[in-house]
């Protein structure tokens, strides 16, 4: 009895989604620009004790190195599946500190009208299963879709660069960020 216990667990095991974090399932693939993206990596975003989204990272080849995708001009996304509810104002005020980290206040004051655009895309209050995703693709820009649906889009590889150092720059002075970003980092 004891062995067939042992042996169903074994093989529930096997049959767990790779990407599944936190009870949400992420797919293992994702085509953005008509370019096929793997899932790099995916942890757990929380506050405190709670667990608000699981992140993931997808792109064209594995890498554990930050500033190489922060830097690259290719298809790339992060989808954030969302465990907990969440307002928008929470988000944009989670944007922003982390444009202040990633930019400085100075390079914050420079994409102010970018940071404002992508702020305003955010206007749904989450629930347990929706996601957001953000989504580069070169010479298109920043994308955010809501549940699979555009929302609206920034341009520039220079806006993308800053929306990407949010969770992969080396300014995150949160550590349960810090440890989403080494989990997206395939880490």
């Known amino acids: 009895m004891k062995r067939i216990t042992i042996a169903s667990m074994f093989l ?4 767990a989604p790779a990407g599944n974090v936190g009870g949400a399932e992420l797919p293992d693939t994702m085509t953005v620009g ?3 993206l793997a899932l790099n990596g995916a942890g757990l975003r929380k506050k405190f004790f709670i667990k608000v989204y699981a992140g993931a990272l997808y792109l064209q080849s594995k890498t554990k190195d930050a500033k190489a995708v922060i830097d690259a001009d290719e298809p790339m996304m992060i989808r954030m599946h969302f465990l907990y509810g969440v307002k928008p104002s929470q988000l944009t005020d ?3 500190e982390g444009f202040t980290n990633a930019l400085g206040e100075d390079g914050k004051a420079a994409m102010q009208s970018k940071i404002d655009a992508f702020n305003a895309m955010f206007t749904e209050k989450t629930k347990k299963g929706n996601t957001y995703d953000v989504v580069y693709t070169p ?19 220079d806006f993308k660069k800053a929306v990407f150092s949010i969770w992969l720059g080396e300014k995150i002075p949160d550590k349960n960020l810090r440890g989403l970003k080494t989990a997206m980092l395939g880490g």
């Open 94 to 96: 989670a944007w922003n």
């Open 139 to 157: 010479g298109s820009g920043v994308e955010v879709r809501f549940n699979g649906n555009a929302v609206g889009k920034v341009e520039g590889l």
């Open 34 to 36: 008509g370019k096929e």
């Open 12 to 15: 529930l095991c096997l049959l």
